[in-house]
């Protein structure tokens, strides 16, 4: 059997949980690989190695067992293997500066030799959806570093009254090996030491994070995620080697994360014009917003059967819910704008009636040739 079709049979085994059959098709692969690709096959087997003794099959690569919380034995952090993942669309200003982190980082030796070490945090924020995350799974392929990744507003809700001490535990799990810790939702306990409203065990956090932040290891890196900067301890911003703000997308980035998003070879190619036009109606909303917009769109694309440029209109005015006589003119004036579109085509997109079109492009002073 070909491994193409080796390839299916054993995604649907291990969906099934069949591990007999899982067992018996990876065989099959190590065998098709061993002459071709031996290292790929050799990871295999180590895997089915580790599976064999009851242990994680993470191990075979080197990844320890994630801490676990002592009474509910739910594990405290989630631990991923580093992934190649097209680097996130953000400004010049932020690329510059994670290319930067990026240079320091691997040119590592050539800082100890001087006397210098490279940086070891970075805290990003800015609004939910603009990139933070996924920033953090890039340099964790980039650099080649397991991601370890702790939502702190959840393990407060979990473990309150548990709290530093399961911190404490994920941090030195993190620093036992090179890896990237990804602190999500930081200001769940990082907030300021004078928050009346704050827990006193929050207060005391904050000081465990101040010390190991001082002391945290060369090899490894850890990345703080806040949505609200705002909550933040101030000595929390100093020990931080960068602090990176993720804004929204401007215009450019908008068309480029638009333009990746809808190169699809299912639909008909999109001109750039179009692309323009939804961008600018878009401002406001974050990279992950309009990746969601997309994709419903291709949905509607594909069960309706209609073109993905009527779809998008559709599904952009149900997903900014704004009909508004106001949304309405200014689609209008910029699709007379970028695209010369004809009133009719315009009534279509917005289920309006032509003299309603009209209405909308006299109070631009527009031409209203149709």
Not at 87 to 116: A, D, H, M, Q, T
Not at 172 to 184: E, H, M, T, V
């Amino acid at each position: 059997m070909s491994l193409e079709k080796l390839v299916p049979k054993l995604i649907r085994a291990s969906l099934d949980e069949d591990y007999r059959e899982v067992r018996s098709l990876s065989m099959r692969v190590i065998r098709r690989l061993k002459e071709s690709h031996p290292k790929i096959a050799e990871e295999i087997a180590d895997a089915l190695s580790e599976h064999g003794i009851g242990a994680s099959t993470k191990r075979a690569v080197g990844i320890s067992d994630s801490p676990v919380d002592m009474e509910t034995l739910q594990s405290l952090c989630k631990v991923e293997e580093p992934i190649d993942i097209d680097y996130p669309i953000f400004s010049p200003r932020v690329n510059e500066l994670v290319k930067n982190f990026i240079r320091e980082r691997e040119e590592s030796k050539k800082l100890f030799s001087v006397g210098l070490t490279p940086p070891t945090s970075l805290l990003l924020y800015g609004q939910p959806g603009v990139g933070k995350t996924e920033l953090a799974k890039y340099l964790s392929g980039i650099l080649n570093l397991n991601l370890i990744t702790l939502d702190l507003a959840s393990a407060i809700s979990s473990y309150l009254g548990k709290t530093g001490q399961n911190l404490k535990k994920v941090l030195d799990y993190a620093k036992s090996s090179p890896s990237i810790l990804l602190l999500d939702e930081f200001d769940a306990v990082a907030k300021r030491r004078d928050d009346m409203s704050d827990l006193g065990e929050l207060k005391r956090i904050v000081n465990v994070l101040l010390k190991e932040l001082e002391d945290w290891p060369p090899n490894t890196v850890v990345i703080a995620a806040t949505n609200h900067p705002d909550l933040l301890d101030t000595a929390i911003w100093r020990r931080f080697d960068r602090a990176i703000e993720i804004g929204l997308p401007e215009q450019e980035e908008r068309i480029r994360i638009l333009t990746n998003q809808l190169e699809d070879k299912i639909f008909d190619k999109v001109s750039k014009s179009f692309v323009t036009l939804i961008a600018e109606m878009t401002k406001g909303l974050s990279g992950a917003d309009l990746c969601k917009l997309v994709e419903r769109t291709k949905r509607k694309a594909i069960i309706y059967d209609i073109n993905v440029m009527d779809a998008l209109i559709k599904e952009l005015v149900d997903f900014k819910g704004c009909d508004s006589v106001e949304f309405n003119k200014k689609f209008c004036r910029l699709a007379k704008t970028h695209m010369k579109v004809s009133i009719r085509k315009l009534a279509e997109w917005l289920d309006k009636s032509p003299s309603a079109i009209q209405y909308y492009l006299k109070e631009k002073g527009e031409e209203v040739n149709g």
